[in-house]
C-alpha cells in the first residue's frame, strides 16, 4: 500500500513542486523546444514522473507501473476506441466517394467565400470535430477550402482558428469524459459548465473568420451569416449540453448552425459576393472505361468522386447518412430507460485494478483505482454500431470495411500511442501526489487563480495539442487549487478545459497538420505568427470571463 505525501521534500510545498513539475517541464521542452514526435517526448515524460514518484515521493517500484498500466488502459478505452471507431465511419466516406459529395453540398450552399469560411471552416469543422478531433477538422476543411479558391495560407488560417469553439465537445466530448475522470467530478456537470464557457467564443469567433477572409469589409458586408451561425451555434451547445447530452453537443450545433445559416441565404446574400477561383487543373478522372468487365458499384464511386458531376438527391442524402446515423444511435442511447439499463451488469462493470492499492493521507482509498467497463454504453462502441449501419447505406462490403478500419487503426498507430503514454503519465502523477502538490502550491495566488486557470489549460493544448491531454495533466490540479482556494472545483476543471481549446490553433501538431494539408510543409511559421495574435487574444477573454464567473458578478453561471 502506498499513502500520498503531498509535500515529501523538507515538508516543502515549494521545494517539493520543483521536483513535482519536472515530467510537465520535460514534456514541455522536447514538444515546444526540441520539437519531439508526441510519442516519444510522452513517454520520455513518462519514465520521468515514474522516477519522480519512486524516488522522491517513495512510491513503490510495482505501485507505481500498476499506476502507469491502469493510465494506459484508460487511454486505450475508452479514448482511442473513440477515435478508431470515428476515423473508420470517415474513411468509408472517402473511400466510397460519399465525403466528395459532401463537399460539393457545402460549396453550393454559397459562392461567397466568407459564408463559405463560416460554413466549411466553423460549422463543418464542428461536425468533424465531433466525430473525429484530433486535427481532422482542420486537415480536411483547409482543402476544402482551397478547392472552393480559396489561398493555401488563407485555407490554414481560417481553419486553424476555427477549429475553437467546438474541441472541448470533440471527439463525442472525450475531453469531458477523460476530465471527468481524472478530477472525480460529474461528467454531467462539466460538460454543462463548459457549456457556459465556450459559447461565448461561439458568438465571436465566425466574425474572426469573416475578418480573415476579408478584413473590415467582410464583416460590414456578411456579418448576418456569421451572427446567425455563431447565435444559433453557441445557444445550441449551452442547451445540449446543459439539458440533453454532452456527447451530442458539437453534434447539434453543427447542423443546427448550417441549416440557420442555409435558410437565411433563402432571403439574405451579401452586397457584393466574394468570389474565389477553384482550381480544377489538377483534377484528373479515374480510368474504368478499360476494365476487363462492367463494375457498377465500381463506376458509380468513379462518378461521386469527379468534381465536374452534379450529384443526384440520392447520393446527397447518402453522404449526409453516417452522420445522421451517429446522431440517431447517440440519441437513442441517451434515452432514460435505456441509459439506465446499459449502466448495468452486464453491459458496464466495474472493478478495481488489480494490486494497486494507494490511499490519501486521511487512510482513504482513491477512487481512480475502480475501473469503469462500460462496453457497451461507451461512445466509441455506439460509433462502431453506427459504422455497422453505414456500412449497409453505403454499401460498403464486410471485407472492405475491415480493410478500411485496419488502415484507420495504421493511420492512428502513433496517436494511440501517445493518448496511451499521456494518460499513464497523468495517473502516475495523480496518485503519487505530484499533481496535488502543484496543485497545492498554485493555490497560494487565492482568487486571483481562476483568472490563471483557463491561461493554464491553454498552455497544455498549445504544447500537447490536445485539449484531452490537457486535461489529463492539469485537471487535477486544477480541484486541488479550487478547493484550496474557496473555488468551485467544477468551474475551474471546466476553465481548464475552454481555455485549452484556444491553444489549439499554436499547437506545433495542429500546424503541422494545417501546413501540410495546404502544401505549406515547413512553413508552419508563417502560420504561426497569423493565428498567434487570435489565440492570445480569445485566450484573455476566456480568462476574464473565467474570473468573473468566480466572483459575484457571473457567479449564477456556475454548475452547482
Not at 477550402?145 to 490554414?156: E, W
Not at 452486464?346 to 493521507?361: E, H, M, N, S, Y
Request: proline share 5%; aromatic share 8%.
Amino acid at each position: 500500500m502506498y499513502t500520498q505525501n503531498f509535500d515529501p521534500v523538507s515538508d516543502s510545498l515549494g521545494l517539493s513542486s520543483i521536483f513535482a513539475v519536472l515530467p510537465v517541464l520535460v514534456l514541455f521542452i522536447l514538444l515546444g523546444g526540441l520539437r519531439m514526435a508526441a510519442h516519444w517526448a510522452a513517454l520520455i515524460a513518462l519514465g520521468v514522473a515514474m522516477l519522480v514518484a519512486m524516488i522522491v515521493y517513495g512510491m513503490p517500484v510495482d505501485q507505481t507501473a500498476l499506476s502507469a498500466t491502469e493510465g494506459a488502459a484508460f487511454g486505450l478505452f475508452p479514448i482511442v476506441w473513440i477515435v478508431v471507431t470515428a476515423i473508420w465511419i470517415y474513411n468509408m466516406t472517402v473511400e466510397t466517394g460519399h465525403f466528395a459529395v459532401l463537399r460539393r453540398s457545402f460549396g453550393t450552399i454559397s459562392t461567397d467565400q466568407r459564408v463559405q469560411a463560416v460554413i466549411i471552416a466553423f460549422c463543418f469543422g464542428a461536425l468533424l470535430e465531433a466525430l473525429a478531433g484530433f486535427g481532422t477538422p482542420v486537415a480536411i476543411t483547409s482543402v476544402m477550402l482551397i478547392a472552393l479558391g480559396f489561398r493555401p495560407i488563407k485555407a490554414a488560417t481560417v481553419a486553424l482558428v476555427a477549429n475553437t469553439a467546438p474541441v472541448a465537445f470533440g471527439a463525442i466530448a472525450i475531453p469531458i469524459v477523460t476530465l471527468a475522470d481524472i478530477t472525480g467530478l460529474p461528467k454531467e456537470d462539466l460538460g454543462a459548465m463548459v457549456g457556459r464557457q465556450t459559447p461565448f467564443l461561439a458568438l465571436v469567433v465566425p466574425l474572426v473568420l469573416m475578418g480573415m477572409v476579408d478584413g473590415a469589409r467582410g464583416i460590414r458586408q456578411a456579418w448576418p451569416a456569421a451572427a446567425v451561425g455563431g447565435l444559433v451555434f453557441a445557444v445550441a451547445q449551452y442547451l445540449t449540453s446543459n439539458f440533453i447530452s454532452v456527447e451530442l453537443t458539437d453534434i447539434v450545433a453543427s447542423l443546427l448552425s448550417t441549416g440557420a445559416i442555409v435558410l437565411l441565404l433563402q432571403v439574405w446574400e451579401p452586397s457584393e459576393p466574394l468570389v474565389g477561383e477553384a482550381d480544377e487543373g489538377g483534377f484528373q478522372k479515374p480510368a474504368v472505361a478499360g476494365a476487363e468487365s462492367s463494375d457498377p458499384a465500381m463506376e458509380e464511386e468513379v462518378r461521386r468522386r469527379d468534381d465536374t458531376v452534379k450529384d443526384t438527391p440520392g447520393d446527397v442524402v447518402r453522404a449526409y447518412s453516417p452522420y445522421l446515423i451517429v446522431i440517431a444511435v447517440l440519441a437513442i442511447a441517451q434515452i432514460p430507460a435505456i441509459k439506465d439499463t446499459l449502466a448495468e451488469s452486464p453491459w458496464t462493470t466495474t472493478f478495481q485494478w488489480p494490486g494497486l492499492d494507494v490511499v490519501t493521507p486521511d487512510g482513504e482509498p482513491l477512487t481512480s483505482l475502480t475501473y469503469n467497463v462500460n462496453w457497451l454504453p461507451a461512445a466509441g462502441t455506439l460509433l462502431l454500431i453506427s459504422g455497422l449501419l453505414t456500412m449497409v447505406v453505403l454499401k460498403v462490403s464486410p471485407g472492405r470495411s475491415i480493410r478500411v478500419f485496419g488502415a484507420s487503426v495504421n493511420q492512428l498507430k502513433w496517436a494511440i500511442l501517445t493518448v496511451a503514454s499521456v494518460l499513464a503519465l497523468a495517473y502516475v502523477m495523480n496518485q503519487s501526489g505530484q499533481t496535488i502538490t502543484l496543485g497545492l502550491w498554485a493555490a497560494g495566488a487565492g482568487s486571483a487563480f481562476a483568472f490563471l486557470s483557463a491561461m493554464i489549460g491553454w498552455l497544455g493544448v498549445a504544447v500537447t495539442g490536445s485539449d484531452t491531454s490537457s486535461n489529463a495533466l492539469f485537471g487535477a490540479l486544477q480541484v486541488t487549487a479550487a478547493k484550496d482556494a474557496g473555488i468551485s472545483p467544477t468551474l475551474l476543471a471546466a476553465a481548464n478545459s475552454s481555455g485549452g481549446v484556444l491553444g489549439k490553433m499554436i499547437s506545433p501538431q495542429n500546424l503541422a497538420i494545417g501546413a501540410a494539408a495546404v502544401g505549406m510543409a515547413g512553413q508552419e511559421g508563417d502560420l504561426f505568427r497569423k493565428v498567434l495574435g487570435w489565440s492570445i487574444a480569445l485566450m484573455l477573454i476566456m480568462c476574464v470571463l473565467v474570473y468573473l464567473q468566480s466572483t459575484d458578478i457571473l457567479g449564477w453561471m456556475v454548475v452547482k
